[in-house]
T-cell receptor, first 112, second 113 residues
Framework: DAKTTQPNSMESNEEEPVHLPCNHS???????IHWYRQLPSQGPEYVIH???SNVNNRMASLAIAEDRKSSTLILHRATLRDAAVYYC?????????????FGKGTRLHILP | AAGVIQSPRHLIKEKRETATLKCYPI?????VYWYQQGPGQDPQFLIS???????DKGSIPDRFSAQQFSDYHSELNMSSLELGDSALYFC????????????FGSGTRLTVV
């Protein structure tokens, strides 16, 4: 299975942009890149996903390298409520056994 | 918008007892997933159901079983509980074949004493 590698933890100041990196050097052509986050004492929450092109939504942006071996989740203006564990996950396309497997995410600390 | 509903939110059981956790997916979602998250751990996939049939199985102990009913809600049954079963149990739902995200419930915190 293709794996992802993320920093264990990161810190950022409130109201500043945050760039969360993810390496996935063994990604296959049919893998989608998904990001989830888990706030304290809550269930995981879908953030964004993409295949090849950069993606934007109301929560974040996803920048995908041209070779797709890495990606970056961008929070444009971090708030204290963005403090969470962020998971970068690869999902196969149209696979009946498709499921989300959580690896070791990045714990993001936001400094007031 | 309707979310994934899990009940109960908290459950305390003694060793060797049984527990049943319930999950009500988002309307029109046909796929349910169960995850277990131990203290300080990442969520671990247990089992999933699509259209009331088991679609995949992860690291679910033999003491656990689950099913999805005709109204798409799902129940996770846990027997002969052990101290190590103390964890947060999350249910998620989605529509099979789409590449949007799963929606997770708020979880059931099971404490085995």
């Amino acid at each position: 299975d293709a794996k992802t590698t993320q920093p264990n933890s990161m810190e950022s100041n409130e109201e500043e942009p945050v760039h969360l990196p993810c390496n996935h050097s063994t990604i296959s052509g049919t893998d989608y890149i998904h990001w989830y986050r888990q706030l304290p004492s809550q269930g995981p929450e879908y953030v964004i996903h993409g295949l090849t092109s950069n993606v934007n939504n109301r929560m974040a942006s996803l920048a995908i390298a041209e070779d797709r071996k890495s990606s970056t989740l961008i929070l444009h203006r971090a708030t204290l409520r963005d403090a969470a564990v962020y998971y970068c996950i690869l999902r196969l396309q149209m696979n009946r056994d498709d499921k989300i497997i959580f690896g070791k995410g990045t714990r993001l600390h936001i400094l007031p | 918008a309707a979310g994934v509903i899990q009940s109960p939110r908290h459950l305390i059981k003694e060793k060797r007892e049984t527990a049943t956790l319930k999950c009500y997916p988002i309307p029109r979602h046909d796929t349910v997933y169960w995850y277990q998250q131990g203290p300080g751990q990442d969520p671990q996939f247990l089992i999933s159901f699509y259209e009331k049939m088991q679609s995949d199985k992860g690291s679910i102990p033999d003491r656990f079983s689950a099913q999805q009913f005709s109204d798409y809600h799902s129940e996770l049954n846990m027997s002969s509980l052990e101290l190590g079963d103390s964890a947060l149990y999350f249910c998620a739902s989605s529509t099979y074949g789409t590449y949007y995200g799963y929606t997770f419930g708020s979880g059931t915190r099971l404490t085995v004493v």
